[in-house]
């Protein structure tokens, strides 16, 4: 259980970092502050419930793109969360691109980053714990 509460942190953490990324360094996507938490919170859910979709319909019907199945479903994800008003909003081709290019690579990294350390203070847990 708390590897998972553990792990949706981090995928909230990762998304408001990226997210905030994106705003500052892409023209085209403003993130509003009042709606920033509603934002991050829409776009780690969508994120995490359309990949697992994505990647079995990707299997499915396009196995050769199942390398890029984290760009679409941060792509997806973005959509999503630019639905719901006062918060995340992209306009233009190149900042879609350029957004999900950003919160994409954030999010990957930071995933694996912070689960290594997560992993790695665990582990040094438990030999503390046995010894």
Known sequence: MIRFLFHVLINLVTAAVGLLLAAWLVP????????FIVATLVFA???????????????????????????????IALFVASFFQGG?????????????LIVWIVTALGGWILGAIFLKNRSARRKAETQ
């Not at 085209?28 to 709606?35: E, F």
């Not at 319909?57 to 199945?69: E, F, K, M, T």
């Not at 909003?89 to 190149?94: L, N, T």
């Open 28 to 35: 085209g996507v403003t993130l509003q502050l009042a709606g």
């Open 45 to 75: 859910f969508a994120q995490g419930i359309l990949g697992p979709f994505v990647f079995n319909v990707a299997r499915q019907y396009a196995s050769p793109i199942l390398g890029g199945i984290g760009l679409v479903t941060t792509l």
């Open 88 to 100: 995340l909003e992209i306009r233009g081709v190149s900042a879609w691109v350029l957004a999900t």
